[in-house]
Each structure stands twice: as C-alpha cells, then as structure tokens.
C-alpha cells in the first residue's frame, strides 16, 4: 500500500519564492520567459509602426504643416529634456531592483515611485506637446504623415502609461507587505518591459525627431 502520508515543508523552505518561477529549458523561469516572448512580439509591433512613419512621412501637402523644416512644429529641446527625463527613469529602475533584493524595502519604494513619477513628467510632456501641435494645426488627420506621427508616439505613450500602472502596482504591494525580497523577480520583469519602452524611445526620438 502507497505511503499517503503528507511530509511537512521543509524547513527554509518559501513558497512566495517559488511560486510562478518554474524553471523552463531555457535556464530562465515561465514568467521571465513569457515577458521575453512578449516583447518579441512588441518589437514586430513597433518595427512595422516606426516603418509606416518612415514611408509617410514625407506625405504633406505643398505647404502642409510638417514636424521638422520651415513649416515643422517639432520643439526638439523640449523633446530631447522630457527624453532625458525617461531615461533616467531606466536608471531609477535599477537601483529599485538592487533595493528589493538587498531586502531593503524603503529604499525600493522610493526608487520606484521615483520611476513612475519619471515616467509621468514624461507622459505629461507629451500630452503638452500633442496639444501644441494641434494649436498650431497639426491634427490627427490633417494628413497621412500626421497619423502616422500621432500612431507611432501616441502608442508608445500608452505602453509608457501601463508601465507606470505596473509600478504603482509593486508600490502598493510593497507599502502592504506583500512584495518580499524572494519576490523580486516581479520587480525584475517590470523592469524589463520598462528598459524596452526606454529602448525604443530612443528609436522613436532619433528617426523621428532628430533625422531629417
């Protein structure tokens, strides 16, 4: 007859540490692994966007309002600064993961409210940016090179905002006690998807902002 009798944990043992992080083939667990696969996908998203701009963005008409030369409404100091703000976010979020996993959960709430109050100067400055454009007459339809400017960066700001909403989120579970250090891996995967929205901004920036 089978031995039914159920073995208590054994000791040290963590199962907020374990949960969700079975190893795959790959070395790396399922939940790091889909953020990965996730992102891959992104990148096809993204490319074929960043590619629509480039094969419209010339389509203006004579004397139409453009983002760069004579009649460009493109603020590219201002740009550049709110870029730098979000760059810097990348940075934030590091030191937020090197906090979680030194268990030191004050220094990880700062840094990471840090990352999503960066993150909104960022959004902010591009809600300031979409309404200045569309004073001086550049609306989502006034021609195929607006829409496929408002697309692109609109898009990106929507992936920038669920970021944020994933980092109030580790906050609030971290003020609840609910985000331990074994945890961490959660903080690491928003982190990933937070380097890539910073990584394809630079994209973004430089063809469409800083290449004629």
Not at 69 to 90: A, K, Q
């Amino acid at each position: 007859m089978a031995d039914t009798t159920l073995t208590a944990p054994e000791a040290g043992y963590d199962p907020d540490h374990h949960m969700g992080e079975h190893a795959t083939t790959t070395g790396i667990s399922n939940n790091k692994l889909a953020m990965w696969v996730f992102l891959g996908s992104e990148c096809m998203l993204f490319g074929g966007l960043i590619s629509t701009y480039l094969l419209y963005k010339d389509r203006v008409p004579e004397g139409g309002i453009t983002g760069r030369g004579e009649n460009g409404v493109f603020d590219i100091p201002f740009t550049s600064i709110s870029s730098f703000v979000l760059l810097m976010s990348s940075l934030t979020m590091v030191l937020a993961l090197s906090a979680i996993q030194r268990a030191d959960h004050r220094a990880f709430r700062t840094w990471v409210l840090t990352t999503a109050l960066l993150g909104s100067t960022f959004i902010a400055g591009q809600v300031y940016e979409f309404t200045a454009f569309y004073r001086e007459g550049l609306g989502f339809t006034t021609s195929i090179f607006s829409s496929a400017f408002y697309t692109l960066t609109g898009f990106h700001g929507v992936h920038v905002t669920v970021g944020i909403v994933m980092l109030l989120s580790l906050f609030v579970l971290s003020i609840r006690g609910r985000l331990a250090s074994s945890r961490a891996e959660a903080v690491e995967i928003v982190g990933l998807y937070w380097h890539f929205v910073d990584i394809v901004w630079i994209l973004i920036f430089t063809i469409v902002y800083l290449i004629p």
